[in-house]
Nanobody, 114 residues
């Protein structure tokens, strides 16, 4: 059974940092593309960053510079380091393996507010 479990979300002040982590069982992140998505209230789910099976990180232009995705193949984890957080970054962040039709975690709430 495949399970993705996110952790590390919470409340942070504008300008702060958070590190999200996703632990997987039943799959290997390195087997295919893995990603972090987010969904804000009333908004569509959007990709924040993804990493190829070869370990190459990719970012949409709007996310480049403040987010860093990393994968630990030994631990089979997928992390997202976020810095310079803004209120607009408030969303539920989801771990994904294998694309939109692949596997999803339950999400972790990130709230950026003073």
């Amino acid at each position: 059974q495949v399970q993705l479990v996110e952790s590390g979300g919470g409340l942070v002040q504008p300008g702060g940092s958070l590190r999200l982590s996703c632990a997987a069982s039943g799959i290997r992140f390195s087997a295919t593309v893995s990603a972090w998505y987010r969904q804000a209230p009333g908004q569509e789910r959007e990709v924040v960053a993804f990493v190829t099976s070869g370990g190459v990180p990719n970012y949409p232009d709007s996310m480049r510079g403040r987010f860093t995705i990393s994968r630990d193949d030994a631990k089979n984890t997928l992390d997202l380091q976020m810095s310079g957080l803004k209120p607009d970054d408030t969303a539920v962040y989801y771990c994904n393996h294998g694309g939109i039709l692949g596997h999803w975690g339950q999400g972790t709430q990130v709230t950026v507010s003073s």
